[in-house]
C-alpha cells in the first residue's frame, strides 16, 4: 500500500472514528477471538433438523436448536407438531424420535426432548444479546435444503430494531406482544423458523420465529423470539398471561356523539349525530365532523375511538381535534358518565 | 507493534468501514505494501481485529441513523379509502400503520413517498422527531418517481438531513435504509449496498438493502448519515402506485436521489402533480422487419391527436431504435406527461417513413381508481 493512500485512508478512519466516538475494544473480544466462520462452525453441532406432519401446502419441517446436555430441543410451534410423531436430526445426521414437553400459544415456541446426550448446546440467559446495527449470523433449514447430516444454511445481516409490535400469522393465532428482535436477512421463509440467530462471537440472540405477517406494514416479519423469551419458557418462569380484573370498576364515559358505523372497525370516526344536551352539543360538534385526535392520541378509525374511551374519566376535559370540511377544529370537551 | 504497521492496521480497518469492498481493498494493498512485516501478520488481521472492524462497521451503522434521525418524521394518515375488495394503486392491501417522511426544509417542507396514501386518507399528520404532531397538506406530487411533499405550518428551524449528489455516489458504497413503519419511534434498519445506478428512466438508485413498506419514504443514508436517496417501490414493468411492493425484502430496492434535484422541488412546492408519460396505442412485434406495428390506436390519445394509424410501424423514438415492447415502455418511462418526443414512423398508407412531433399525455384514468374523497352518508 503506498503512503499516500494509507494517510488518506488513515484520515478516513480518522473520520469514522470522530462520528463513531470512542474505538471500542471490549474485553470480551480479546478473550473470544472468533470470527463469522467460526460462529458458524461452532454454531452447526446445536442445531438440529425437524420433521413431522404436514398439512396441504404448510411444510412439515421447521429447525430447532438444542439448549441443555441431555437432549432439550428448543423450536417453534408448527403443523409439524401434530401428528404421530416427530423426528429430530442432529448434525452428525443421526435420528431420533421426539416427545414434545410443552409448546406455548403466545410465543410460538416448543419444547422437544430427545434420548441423547447432546454436549453442544446453546446456553439460554436472561440477558439480551445484540443491539440495533449488530451484525447477525441467521442458521436454519429453511426449504429443507440441508439434507442428513449437511449443515443448515448461514445468512448475514444486521438487527433492524428490538421492539414490541402487534403481528399475527392468521385470526386463529394469537397475537404475540412481547419483544421481537427484527433482523434483515431473510427468514420468513418455510422451514427456517426454530434456526438460530447468533452473533459473530456465537452468543445465542434468539430463535427464528413462525412465518407472520405484521398489520402495520402488511409484510412478513424477518425476526427472532429473544434469548430471555426462551430462557423464561424453558425455564417455566414465563409470567401470566391472562386478563388481569381491574383494581376499581370501569367508568364508562361518552361524549354523546353517535359515529357513522357503516363500513365497520376500520372507518374514520365520522360524526353521524350530535345528542341535544351532550358534552359533544356543548363543544359545537357538528354532523360529519372526522374525530382525528383525542387527548393526543390519534384516532384513525372506530377501534381507536373506542380504546381512546376506555382511557379518559368522566369530568375530565380533553382537547380534541376534529375536521369540519378543510379546517382542522380543536375543541375542549369534557366526558360525561355513559348513561 | 511499530507505528507503520499501526498505520497499515488502521488503514485495512477503514476499508473494512469504509467499503463493504474493504476485504478486497485490504488485500491488494497487503500485495502492494512494502511493510516489513511477516507473512503472518500481514496476510491477515487476527481475528480479534477483523471482529473489531465488524463491531465498527455496527457503530458506523447506529451513527449513521443517529445522525439523520432529527430529519425523520412519522407519517400518519386519518381514513381514506380501504380496500375491502379489489385493489388500490395494484395491490390488495396495505398496512395499518404510520409511515415514514424526511424533512427537507426548515420552513416544514417533507418529502415521503405517494404509496403511502394509496388510501387518499382526507387528513394526514406527521410527528416531528421532538414528537411533536402537525397537520400536514398534500402540495405536489411525482408519480413518475412516486414521491410527493408534503407541508407543516409555522415552523422555521427544522432539522434538514445533509445529502449526497447523485454523481458521488458509487456502487458498492454502504447503503443504510431506515423506517419508522414497525411502529416504533426508533427507525428501524436494514443494510446493504448500492446496487446500481440510473434505474427506472434514470430516476432511481438500486441497493439490496431491505426496502419496503416499513421504510417507503423514509431516508436511505450512507455509512454516514447523509441522504444517498428516498425509499420507494418500483417495477419497471408498471407505474401504479403500489406496484414494486411486490419485490419488498427481496434484495431489489430502489431510492430516488434528491441533492441535484431543486428543480423538481420547486416544481412540487409549486404544487405541480407530475405524471408518467402516455402515448396511446396498443402494439406487437412486426412481423416484417424492424420495428413495432401499431395494431390500435386509442381514441382522443396523444397518438390520435398526431394522426397514428392502425398498420403504421413505429420504428424510433429520439432516434433510439424500438423493436420490442419492453423497450418502448422503458424509453417512455424516460419522460413524463407534458413532454415532447419525437416519433419516426413508417406509414401503412404511404409507405414512407415519417417524423412525428408527439406531445405525450398521462395515462387515461382508472376508472376502478377511486379519485374522489369517499362520500359520506
Keep these: 500500500m503506498n503512503n499516500k493512500f494509507g494517510w488518506r485512508l488513515a484520515l478516513l478512519v480518522g473520520f469514522v472514528v470522530l462520528i463513531g466516538g470512542n474505538r471500542i475494544v471490549s474485553a470480551q473480544l480479546k478473550s473470544q477471538p472468533s470470527f463469522i466462520d467460526q460462529a458458524i462452525a461452532n454454531s452447526q453441532p446445536k442445531m438440529a433438523k425437524v420433521f413431522g406432519a404436514s398439512a396441504g401446502k404448510v411444510e412439515g419441517f421447521a429447525t430447532g436448536i438444542i439448549v441443555s446436555k441431555d437432549g432439550l430441543i428448543l423450536s417453534s410451534q408448527g403443523v409439524f407438531l401434530d401428528g404421530r410423531q416427530v423426528k429430530v436430526v442432529l448434525s452428525d445426521g443421526a435420528e431420533y424420535v421426539a416427545t414434545i414437553l410443552k409448546r406455548d400459544r403466545e410465543t410460538q415456541l416448543s419444547l422437544l426432548k430427545i434420548q441423547a446426550e447432546t454436549p453442544d448446546f446453546f446456553e439460554l440467559s436472561e440477558k439480551s444479546v445484540g443491539q440495533k446495527g449488530d451484525w447477525v449470523i441467521a442458521l436454519s433449514n429453511a426449504f429443507k435444503v440441508a439434507d442428513k447430516d449437511e449443515p443448515v444454511s448461514a445468512m ?68 427472532a423470539v429473544p434469548n430471555s423469551v426462551l430462557y423464561e419458557f424453558v425455564a417455566g418462569t414465563a409470567s401470566v398471561t391472562g386478563e388481569t380484573q381491574p383494581l376499581t370498576e370501569k367508568q364508562d364515559v361518552d361524549f354523546g356523539v353517535v359515529l357513522f358505523k357503516l363500513g365497520g372497525r376500520n372507518n374514520p370516526a365520522y360524526i353521524d349525530r350530535v345528542v341535544r344536551g351532550s358534552p359533544a352539543a356543548k363543544a359545537k360538534l357538528k354532523s360529519d365532523d372526522m374525530i382525528v385526535s383525542i387527548a393526543g392520541e390519534k384516532i384513525g378509525n372506530l377501534k381507536d375511538y373506542a380504546e381512546a374511551l376506555k382511557s379518559l374519566r368522566p369530568e375530565e376535559e380533553v382537547l380534541m381535534i376534529v375536521k369540519r370540511g378543510v379546517e382542522m377544529v380543536r375543541v375542549r370537551i369534557t366526558p360525561r358518565l355513559k348513561k | 507493534m511499530t507505528n507503520k504497521f499501526r498505520c497499515f492496521l488502521l488503514c485495512c480497518l477503514a476499508g473494512l468501514l469504509v467499503t463493504p469492498v474493504g476485504f478486497v481493498v485490504a488485500q491488494t494493498g497487503v500485495e502492494k505494501s512494502g511493510i516489513d512485516a511477516s507473512d503472518a501478520e500481514v496476510s491477515g488481521l487476527s481475528a480479534a481485529e477483523l471482529m473489531e472492524a465488524m463491531s465498527l462497521t455496527s457503530k458506523a451503522f447506529r451513527n449513521a441513523a443517529t445522525r439523520v434521525a432529527p430529519s425523520l418524521v412519522t407519517i400518519e394518515s386519518y381514513g381514506g379509502v380501504s380496500a375491502v375488495q379489489g385493489r388500490i394503486g395494484g395491490i390488495r392491501k396495505q398496512g395499518e400503520g404510520n409511515t415514514t417522511g424526511i424533512v427537507i426544509s426548515s420552513d416544514g417542507f417533507i418529502l415521503t413517498s405517494t404509496f403511502n396514501f394509496i388510501q387518499r386518507p382526507p387528513v394526514i399528520s406527521v410527528i416531528l422527531s421532538s414528537g411533536e404532531r402537525h397537520f400536514a397538506k398534500l402540495v405536489g406530487r411525482d408519480d413518475t418517481r412516486k414521491i410527493c411533499l408534503l407541508k407543516i405550518d409555522g415552523l422555521t428551524d427544522l432539522p434538514i438531513p445533509e445529502m449526497v449528489d447523485e454523481s458521488k455516489i458509487k456502487v458498492g458504497q454502504w447503503a443504510i435504509s431506515l423506517g419508522v413503519g414497525y411502529g416504533d419511534t426508533s427507525p428501524a434498519m436494514s443494510t446493504g449496498i448500492i446496487s446500481a445506478k440510473n434505474r427506472i428512466g434514470g430516476r ?134 407534458g413532454e415532447t418526443i419525437r416519433m419516426t414512423v413508417k406509414r401503412k398508407s404511404s409507405g414512407d417513413d415519417e417524423n412525428l412531433e408527439l406531445p405525450l399525455d398521462h395515462p387515461p384514468m382508472n376508472s376502478k381508481e377511486p379519485l374522489a374523497l369517499p362520500k359520506i352518508r
Excluded: H
Aim: charged fraction near 20%; aromatic fraction near 4%; include cysteine.
Design chain 1, 156 to 223: 448475514l445481516g444486521v438487527i433492524s430494531l428490538r421492539t414490541t409490535m402487534e403481528a399475527r400469522l392468521t385470526k386463529r393465532d394469537v397475537a404475540y406482544r412481547g419483544e421481537l428482535v427484527l433482523i434483515d436477512a431473510i427468514t420468513s421463509n418455510p422451514g427456517a423458523s426454530g434456526g438460530a440467530v447468533v452473533t459473530p462471537y456465537g452468543q445465542l440472540v434468539g430463535i427464528v420465529g413462525k412465518i407472520i405477517n405484521s398489520s402495520e406494514t402488511n409484510t412478513r416479519l424477518n425476526y
Design chain 2, 204 to 337: 432511481a438508485i438500486q441497493t439490496d438493502a431491505n426496502i419496503s413498506p416499513a421504510n417507503y419514504g423514509g431516508p436511505l443514508v450512507d455509512i454516514e448519515g447523509r441522504v444517498l436517496g428516498i425509499c420507494v417501490p418500483m417495477n419497471p414493468q408498471s407505474q401504479a402506485v403500489g406496484a414494486g411492493v411486490e419485490w419488498y425484502d427481496s434484495g431489489i430496492g430502489f431510492a430516488i436521489p434528491l441533492a441535484n434535484a431543486a428543480k423538481l422541488l420547486d416544481r412540487l412546492k409549486a404544487g405541480e402533480y407530475i405524471r408518467p408519460a402516455f402515448i396511446g396505442i396498443q402494439s406487437g412485434p412486426n412481423p416484417l422487419g424492424d420495428g413495432i406495428l401499431v395494431n390500435k390506436v386509442n381514441p382522443d390519445s396523444p397518438a390520435s391527436r398526431v394522426g397514428l394509424e392502425t398498420g403504421d410501424i413505429l420504428l424510433s423514438i429520439n432516434d433510439n431504435p424500438v423493436n420490442d415492447m419492453l423497450r418502448l415502455k422503458q424509453l417512455i418511462n424516460r419522460f413524463e406527461a
